[in-house]
């Protein structure tokens, strides 16, 4: 509701010599009382303003009382295509969470977050994310300023070309399918994050800013044929869980606004993602951060990837491990990954690394792989090194990660594991159907495992030093026993 509203007009009119196109602005401010949202209902709340013909440039900052962190309020913007309502994605011009107090978008340039381009007149909508408010609910104060004059000439579309080509020989890539900008609340450039990715030996990255798609510009005008692919993706933020889209078209934008526990909305922002081709993934299920647990239960069916693996390995990872293995058990193939979520250069890219098995460093290429499972993450971007096959007793066929072969009848499978760059005490796991079959030391390079396979499931390895924490995991190769 708005309790109050003071328009403050002011205009300025410049000339030299009656060259120079006039340039005029209008400073608005409002005051909107928040209240917090009630359970069920929707987390956003809209605030209109007219922006009349002319106009060339937006700038708005907004503040409120923070009460000590108890009250924290996100910030984004719709142009005058949107109705200001969580169904209607049309019009998004940015979202900056809670990192800025105040932005600007204008026909070629915005602040990173948000989307540059024609200023249209008509009714926008600030969009506030209602992240934390106290019971009293709280004051907003909104300065907008409205600059009206000549544009300058906009610089057009980038086309993002640049593709490491396949040479048809498959191979493992190694990447990072998650990290922020300063488009978000990371502190990295895109130009940084490829730069580092290159010299760290990474084959594809992935940034994932909350919420915006204006990173993409950047990522398309500064990739290039030496590597790393760059992927566009974006974390969509919610307050009920995040989720990362990963191979998004140019500018392609996804929805966030879901309410939590509202599944049925959340699988049809997976459907929207697959549409463009585009995969989706469950992150960090069991962060401690403010909104990220995970809420939306009955969606985990239609997710590609699981994020089990966030950063330095922790309690929270061992959660996503056991999560993970309980969705295995019911026969549901989905990919499990790590990423590090970097924002800034002392949470490093890289730590962990997902290696995916793929003919080329192409985007359709690795996101087909990544669907298929072929997938194995290590905590290091070089090492260790793991190998991990299955193969019947009779017959040369191997089968790696992410594969899955029949049985015509219950027999003895043996399992080839090979490694490198293990430290002392590390030991590696065999793991079906959640239960530990077997461990070995890391002494050796090449080992081989013999189990009786008598029904369907599942094969897995993990690789832990000896404090228990993650070294390496692998994604199932999957058995099928056929029953008569």
């Not at 190998?387 to 009848?409: H, I, N």
Request: hydrophobic letters at 40%; aromatic letters at 10%; one cysteine or more.
């Amino acid at each position: 509701m708005i309790a109050a509203a003071i328009f403050v007009f002011l205009f300025s009119a410049l000339g030299i010599n009656g060259s120079t196109p006039v340039e005029t602005s209008e400073n608005i401010e409002q005051v909107v009382h928040v209240n917090p949202p009630a359970p069920g209902t929707s987390r956003y709340q809209y605030m209109p303003f007219d922006v009349p013909p002319g106009t060339t440039r937006i700038d708005i900052s907004y503040e409120y009382d923070r009460a000590g962190n108890a009250n924290v309020l996100d910030i984004g913007l719709f142009d005058q295509r949107g109705s200001g309502s969580d169904v209607d994605a049309r019009g998004f011009r940015g979202w900056s969470g809670g990192r800025r107090s105040k932005f600007f978008v204008s026909q070629d340039e915005a602040t990173p977050g948000y989307l540059a381009g024609s200023i249209t007149a008509g009714k926008w909508h600030v969009i506030l994310g209602l992240y934390k408010v106290v019971p009293a609910g709280v004051d907003v104060r909104f300065k907008i300023k409205i600059t009206r004059g000549v544009p300058k000439a906009a610089h057009g579309s980038l086309s993002n070309v640049a593709r490491r080509q396949p040479d048809g020989r498959a191979r493992w890539w190694s990447g990072d399918l998650h990290m922020h900008t300063v488009h978000s609340d990371g502190d990295w450039t895109v130009a940084e994050l490829i730069s580092t990715a290159r010299v760290r030996g990474l084959d594809f990255i992935c940034i994932t800013d909350h919420n915006t798609s204006s990173h993409h510009v950047d990522i398309d005008r500064l990739q290039n044929r030496e590597g790393p692919l760059v992927l566009r993706g974006e974390e969509i933020t919610t307050y009920g869980g995040h989720t990362n889209a990963w191979g998004l078209p140019f500018k392609n934008w996804i929805d966030f606004r879901v309410r939590p526990n509202d599944s049925a909305r959340m699988s049809a922002i997976v459907n929207t993602v697959h549409r463009v081709g585009a995969l989706m993934s469950i992150n960090h299920p069991f962060a401690t951060c403010g909104g990220c647990a995970w809420t939306y239960h009955s969606a985990v069916k239609d997710f590609d990837a699981i994020e089990v693996w966030n950063g330095d390995w922790d309690f929270a990872d061992d959660l996503a491990l056991v999560m993970w293995d309980k969705m295995l058990r019911t026969g549901r193939h989905i990919t499990a990954i790590g990423s590090s979520d970097s924002h800034r250069s002392a949470n490093m890219i890289g730590q962990p690394t997902t290696h995916v098995f793929a003919r080329s460093a192409t985007q359709s290429a690795l996101l087909s792989a990544i669907r298929r499972g072929q997938v194995y993450v290590t905590s290091e971007v070089n090492t260790p090194i793991v190998t991990f096959e299955a193969a019947r007793l009779v017959g040369a066929k191997r089968w790696s990660v992410g594969d899955e072969f029949q049985l015509p009848k219950p027999e003895t499978i043996r399992f080839l594991i090979t490694t490198s760059g293990l430290p002392e005490g590390a030991v590696i796991s065999l793991i079906s159907n959640s239960s530990k079959l077997r461990e070995l030391t890391g002494a050796k390079e090449s080992q081989v495992i013999e189990i009786d396979c008598g029904e369907s499931g599942y094969f897995r390895l993990e690789i832990r030093d000896a404090s228990k924490k993650m070294l390496a995991l692998t994604n199932p190769i999957w058995v099928k026993v056929r029953s008569w």
